[in-house]
Nanobody, 123 residues
Framework: QVPLVESGGGSVQAGGSLTLSCAAS????????LGWFRQAPEKEREEVAF???????QYADSVKGRFTISQDNAKNTLNLQMTSLKPEDTAMYYC?????????????????WGQGTQVTVSA
């Protein structure tokens, strides 16, 4: 597990936007495989977006075109910009990182460390 703390969640109406952040402390995020995940009540964890150390990204089909994963090297944070939010985006959102570069897009290698940040989208 890699220590990361999520923030930025909240309650918004459908069509709204939120930006989540994930802060690293004591190490530099560059060079890690990075990912955002979410879990709704009584559902399994779902992958949302990945970023590899070379800056390539991958998104779940359900968020493609609406969410953007990015890294702020100056602040040493991982961000998730969410637009056009839908009620089905409601979930606890987690970030995670690991160094197994061959498996950057495999969620099995990600173990979230923080408590997550709640996103609630009302219709």
């Amino acid at each position: 597990q890699v220590p990361l703390v999520e923030s930025g969640g909240g309650s918004v109406q459908a069509g709204g936007s939120l930006t989540l952040s994930c802060a690293a402390s004591g190490y530099v995020l560059s060079g890690y495989c990075l990912g955002w995940f979410r879990q709704a009540p009584e559902k399994e964890r779902e992958e949302v977006a990945f970023m590899d150390p070379w800056g390539s990204t991958q998104y779940a089909d359900s968020v493609k075109g609406r969410f953007t994963i990015s890294q702020d090297n100056a602040k040493n944070t991982l961000n998730l910009q969410m637009t056009s939010l839908k009620p089905e985006d409601t979930a606890m959102y987690y970030c995670a990182a690991h160094t197994r570069r061959a498996w950057c897009y495999d969620q099995r290698y990600y173990i979230p460390w923080g408590q997550g940040t709640q996103v609630t989208v009302s219709a």
